[in-house]
């Protein structure tokens, strides 16, 4: 059984778009795995508690994602 866990900061997608999500990567694994795999594919779009992840030892929150802070700076 094919499946994505989509982790998301909470209170950034509303249910129309969580939706969305679940319909476009079930489509992406029917392409992939074949038409098949589309009744067994399941997607877990999950809320991640503001401050509850960070990158590069930084505690991400979501008004830090929000002005850009929280992007990755450049491999240069």
Known sequence: MPFANLKVPA???DAEQKERLVHR???L???VFGERA???TLV???DVADGGW???GNVLTLAA???GAGTAP???
């Open 11 to 13: 209170g950034t997608l």
């Open 29 to 31: 694994y029917a392409e």
């Open 74 to 76: 450049d491999a240069g």
């Open 38 to 40: 589309r009744a067994t």
């Open 54 to 56: 960070g990158i590069g």
């Open 65 to 67: 994602l929000q002005s």
């Open 25 to 27: 990567v079930t489509d």
């Open 44 to 46: 877990l779009v999950e």
